[in-house]
């Protein structure tokens, strides 16, 4: 499948996936990181920021949408590569290391650990935040993103230091987020979510330490059905890459296998 990407660097290929309403763009803050020891490369998962939707039929389920993103390493002449994703994606790198298809995953507070109250909440606020995302006209937007009190009030509860948010990147975001097809079917499945069956591949799960989407205490049944520490994120909310793009890029290197990887 055909997805829009954004390709930088040289060394073993590393997908990163973006979670529910966001675009590739949300890893620009750790890409060139990233770049100077792998291949990155940053999808739009199908129905969101400028790839197409799935086929008519296909169900948006975490299920699906981790059957697009390895048909389309498969297009791309990529095999076994290094993944890593957030929250939605951070599902899907589970996915694809419970398939066998994939060196390692890396997960940044991934979907499908919480409790059935905690995915109400879960799904009450991402349906807000795309309403009000919806609902603000352009030019106000961009006039909030330009003060730190805008960021906080229009960021505040999926990053952690939204002061450290570009303003730009902050409008680009709110706008795949209100124009994603993708998302109210996406959102819907969540009901049904289940974590992966158990991981054929090495998995590295971390967790903000002020994730206010997905609270930290999920990270303790990550564990669980991992086997595995969980690494907390210090000072990162939900979206890590901004609040600490230092930290972050370090875990994704770590995860897929530390700088001298090799391909």
Same mark, same amino acid.
């Given at each position: 499948?055909? %997805?829009?990407?954004?390709?930088?660097?040289?060394?073993?290929?590393?997908?990163?996936?973006?979670?529910? =309403?966001?675009?590739?763009?949300?890893?620009?803050?750790?890409?060139?990181?990233?770049?100077?020891?792998?291949?990155?490369?940053?999808?739009?998962?199908?129905?969101?920021? /400028?790839?197409? #939707?799935?086929?008519?039929?296909?169900? &948006?389920?975490?299920?699906? %949408?981790?059957? $697009?993103? @390895?048909?389309?390493?498969?297009?791309?002449?990529?095999?076994? #590569?290094?993944?890593?994703?957030? +929250?939605?994606?951070? &599902?899907?790198?589970?996915?694809?290391? +419970?398939?066998?298809?994939?060196?390692?995953?890396?997960?940044?507070?991934?979907?499908?650990?919480?409790?059935?109250? @905690? %995915?109400? &909440?879960?799904?009450?606020?991402?349906?807000?935040?795309?309403? +009000?995302?919806?609902?603000?006209? !352009?030019?106000?937007?961009?006039?909030?993103?330009?003060?730190?009190?805008?960021?906080?009030?229009?960021?505040?509860?999926? /990053?952690?230091?939204?002061?450290?948010?570009?303003?730009?990147?902050?409008?680009?975001?709110?706008?795949?987020?209100?124009?994603?097809? =993708?998302?109210?079917?996406? %959102?819907?499945?969540?009901?049904?979510?289940?974590?992966?069956?158990?991981?054929?591949? !090495?998995?590295?799960?971390?967790?903000? @330490?002020?994730?206010?989407?997905?609270?930290?205490?999920?990270?303790?049944?990550?564990?669980?059905?991992?086997?595995?520490?969980?690494?907390?994120?210090?000072?990162?909310?939900?979206?890590?890459?901004?609040?600490? #793009? @230092?930290?972050? $890029?370090?875990?994704?290197?770590? =995860?897929?296998?530390?700088?001298?990887? +090799?391909?």
């Amino acid at each position: 499948m055909e %997805l829009a990407f954004e390709r930088r660097g040289a060394g073993p290929p590393l997908i990163l996936v973006h979670g529910i =309403g966001h675009h590739w763009q949300g890893w620009l803050p750790v890409m060139d990181r990233l770049a100077a020891s792998r291949t990155v490369i940053a999808l739009d998962l199908p129905g969101f920021g /400028v790839s197409p #939707p799935l086929p008519a039929g296909t169900p &948006y389920t975490a299920e699906a %949408l981790a059957d $697009a993103v @390895e048909a389309f390493c498969d297009l791309l002449g990529v095999r076994e #590569p290094h993944v890593a994703g957030n +929250s939605l994606g951070g &599902y899907i790198a589970l996915e694809l290391a +419970s398939r066998g298809v994939v060196r390692t995953a890396t997960a940044l507070s991934p979907a499908g650990f919480w409790s059935p109250s @905690e %995915l109400v &909440y879960a799904r009450t606020v991402l349906r807000a935040l795309r309403a +009000s995302a919806g609902a603000l006209p !352009p030019e106000q937007a961009a006039r909030a993103a330009a003060t730190p009190a805008g960021r906080a009030l229009t960021a505040g509860l999926l /990053v952690a230091r939204p002061s450290r948010l570009a303003p730009e990147a902050l409008v680009a975001a709110a706008q795949a987020m209100a124009a994603a097809p =993708g998302f109210e079917e996406t %959102l819907e499945s969540f009901a049904g979510m289940m974590p992966p069956a158990p991981p054929k591949a !090495p998995i590295t799960i971390a967790w903000g @330490e002020h994730d206010r989407l997905l609270p930290r205490r999920q990270a303790v049944r990550a564990a669980r059905w991992s086997g595995q520490r969980v690494k907390l994120l210090l000072g990162c909310g939900h979206l890590p890459m901004s609040d600490d #793009p @230092e930290l972050v $890029a370090r875990v994704l290197l770590e =995860g897929s296998g530390g700088q001298a990887a +090799s391909g």
